[in-house]
Protein backbone atom coordinates (compact mmCIF):
# COMPACT_ATOMS: atom_id res chain seq x y z
CA UNK A 1 0.00 0.00 0.00
CA UNK A 2 1.88 3.09 -0.96
CA UNK A 3 1.07 5.89 1.30
CA UNK A 4 1.79 9.88 0.46
CA UNK A 5 2.12 12.68 3.14
CA UNK A 6 2.51 16.08 2.91
CA UNK A 7 4.24 18.56 4.92
CA UNK A 8 5.85 22.23 5.32
CA UNK A 9 4.53 25.58 6.95
CA UNK A 10 0.86 26.48 7.36
CA UNK A 11 1.02 29.86 6.80
CA UNK A 12 3.51 31.92 4.37
CA UNK A 13 3.68 35.68 3.58
CA UNK A 14 2.89 37.17 0.84
CA UNK A 15 5.87 37.36 -2.12
CA UNK A 16 7.85 34.59 -0.23
CA UNK A 17 8.34 31.06 -1.55
CA UNK A 18 5.78 28.25 -0.40
CA UNK A 19 7.41 25.19 0.26
CA UNK A 20 5.77 21.85 0.43
CA UNK A 21 7.20 17.85 1.15
CA UNK A 22 5.82 14.90 -0.09
CA UNK A 23 7.12 11.93 1.82
CA UNK A 24 6.27 8.27 0.19
CA UNK A 25 6.24 5.36 1.92
CA UNK A 26 5.07 1.74 0.53
CA UNK A 27 6.46 2.47 -2.70
CA UNK A 28 9.82 4.10 -4.40
CA UNK A 29 9.64 7.29 -6.60
CA UNK A 30 11.99 6.07 -8.75
CA UNK A 31 9.99 3.29 -9.50
CA UNK A 32 9.15 2.89 -13.19
CA UNK A 33 6.42 4.27 -14.62
CA UNK A 34 4.35 6.23 -12.38
CA UNK A 35 4.80 10.30 -11.94
CA UNK A 36 4.11 11.91 -9.25
CA UNK A 37 1.94 15.34 -8.76
CA UNK A 38 1.02 17.92 -7.00
CA UNK A 39 -2.62 19.61 -7.27
CA UNK A 40 -4.21 21.67 -4.97
CA UNK A 41 -7.87 23.14 -4.77
CA UNK A 42 -8.26 26.89 -3.56
CA UNK A 43 -11.72 27.28 -0.70
CA UNK A 44 -14.80 26.93 -2.79
CA UNK A 45 -12.96 26.05 -6.14
CA UNK A 46 -11.84 23.29 -7.88
CA UNK A 47 -8.69 20.81 -8.02
CA UNK A 48 -6.18 22.56 -9.67
CA UNK A 49 -2.60 20.70 -11.55
CA UNK A 50 0.35 22.28 -10.72
CA UNK A 51 3.25 20.06 -11.99
CA UNK A 52 4.48 16.50 -12.01
CA UNK A 53 7.99 14.68 -11.72
CA UNK A 54 8.43 11.44 -13.27
CA UNK A 55 10.16 8.00 -12.01
CA UNK A 56 13.01 9.10 -13.87
CA UNK A 57 13.12 13.03 -12.77
CA UNK A 58 11.75 14.42 -15.71
CA UNK A 59 8.75 17.63 -14.92
CA UNK A 60 6.07 19.42 -16.34
CA UNK A 61 4.23 21.98 -15.28
CA UNK A 62 1.26 24.17 -15.41
CA UNK A 63 1.35 26.50 -18.11
CA UNK A 64 -0.34 29.00 -15.56
CA UNK A 65 2.52 28.33 -12.74
CA UNK A 66 5.38 27.76 -14.80
CA UNK A 67 7.17 30.72 -14.31
CA UNK A 68 6.69 29.90 -10.34
CA UNK A 69 6.59 26.74 -9.99
CA UNK A 70 9.71 23.62 -9.36
CA UNK A 71 9.65 20.42 -8.48
CA UNK A 72 12.17 18.68 -7.34
CA UNK A 73 12.96 15.38 -5.30
CA UNK A 74 15.09 13.44 -3.19
CA UNK A 75 15.71 9.72 -3.74
CA UNK A 76 17.49 8.86 -0.88
CA UNK A 77 14.21 9.89 1.13
CA UNK A 78 11.67 8.94 -1.17
CA UNK A 79 10.25 12.66 -1.01
CA UNK A 80 9.36 15.08 -3.71
CA UNK A 81 8.66 18.78 -2.89
CA UNK A 82 7.18 22.14 -4.45
CA UNK A 83 8.49 25.48 -4.17
CA UNK A 84 5.74 28.26 -5.57
CA UNK A 85 7.52 31.52 -5.39
CA UNK A 86 6.36 34.98 -5.34
CA UNK A 87 2.84 33.75 -3.86
CA UNK A 88 -0.41 35.82 -3.32
CA UNK A 89 -3.46 35.39 -1.06
CA UNK A 90 -4.74 33.43 -4.32
CA UNK A 91 -2.60 30.74 -3.87
CA UNK A 92 -4.03 30.11 -0.38
CA UNK A 93 -5.52 26.36 -0.94
CA UNK A 94 -5.27 22.76 0.24
CA UNK A 95 -2.14 21.62 -1.45
CA UNK A 96 -1.92 17.58 -2.67
CA UNK A 97 0.75 15.07 -3.72
CA UNK A 98 -0.30 12.34 -5.60
CA UNK A 99 0.36 9.48 -7.88
CA UNK A 100 -0.74 8.18 -11.05
CA UNK A 101 0.93 5.88 -14.00
CA UNK A 102 2.73 7.26 -17.13
CA UNK A 103 -0.16 6.89 -19.64
CA UNK A 104 -2.17 8.87 -21.32
CA UNK A 105 -1.75 13.23 -21.17
CA UNK A 106 0.13 12.11 -17.43
CA UNK A 107 2.33 15.14 -18.08
CA UNK A 108 -0.54 17.36 -18.16
CA UNK A 109 -3.77 17.53 -15.73
CA UNK A 110 -5.25 14.20 -16.31
CA UNK A 111 -8.73 12.90 -15.07
CA UNK A 112 -8.65 12.52 -11.48
CA UNK A 113 -9.62 9.45 -11.19
CA UNK A 114 -6.61 8.48 -12.96
CA UNK A 115 -4.49 8.85 -9.68
CA UNK A 116 -4.56 6.14 -8.17
CA UNK A 117 -2.91 7.54 -4.41
CA UNK A 118 -3.28 10.90 -2.63
CA UNK A 119 -1.85 12.02 0.28
CA UNK A 120 -4.48 13.76 3.39
CA UNK A 121 -3.33 17.20 1.77
CA UNK A 122 -2.31 20.40 3.70
CA UNK A 123 -4.07 23.44 4.45
CA UNK A 124 -1.36 26.43 3.25
CA UNK A 125 -2.48 30.09 3.98
CA UNK A 126 -0.81 32.57 2.24
CA UNK A 127 -1.47 35.85 4.70
CA UNK A 128 0.62 39.21 6.39
Known amino acids: QVQLQESGPGLVKPSQTLSLTCTVSGGSITTSYYAWSWIRQPPGKGLEWMGV???????YYSPSLKSRTSISRDTSKNQFSLQLSSVTPEDTAVYYCARRAMVGSWYAEGPWHEYDYWGQGTQVTVSS
Open 53 to 59: IAYDGST
